[in-house]
């Protein structure tokens, strides 16, 4: 069974930095997409960033874009999301997801993703 468990959500203060972790377990192959997607207080979920793992293609959602970097660690079957120069708006419950069975790896489609993790608290204050 997949199971993805994200780390590194925190509160800091704005301008500040962050990196996520997202630990990978009980892959039999590397998943075709992986990707991580945040969910504000009383908003609907949306992508911030994703990779397609076979050519490192990225996407990024264009409120991040210069501020933001995914990247895949393969030997330890982890993902990373580098924040820096945060914004309150960016707050929110930050998820990690990932896609087995191929299809379209893009920021702005989150149905094909089939595995997703808890989820992990990001709180930035002005």
């Known amino acids: 069974q997949v199971m993805l468990a994200e780390s590194g959500g925190d509160s800091v203060q704005a301008g500040g930095s962050l990196r996520l972790t997202c630990a990978a377990s009980?892959?039999?192959?590397?998943?075709?997409?992986v990707g991580w997607f945040r969910q504000a207080p009383g908003k609907p979920r949306g992508g911030v960033a994703t990779?397609?793992?076979?050519?490192?293609?990225?996407t990024y959602a264009d409120s991040v874009k210069g501020r933001f970097t995914i990247s895949k660690d393969n030997t330890e079957n982890t993902l990373y999301l580098q924040m820096n120069s945060l914004k309150p708006e960016d707050t929110g419950m930050y998820y990690c997801?990932?896609?087995?069975?191929?299809?379209?790896?893009?920021?702005?489609?989150?149905?094909?993703?089939?595995?997703w993790g808890k989820g992990t608290l990001v709180t930035i204050s002005s």
């Open positions: 997801a990932a896609d087995i069975h191929g299809g379209y790896c893009h920021v702005t489609y989150d149905k094909g993703m089939d595995s």
């Open positions: 009980g892959y039999t192959y590397d998943p075709y997409c």
């Open positions: 990779l397609f793992t076979y050519d490192s293609k990225t």
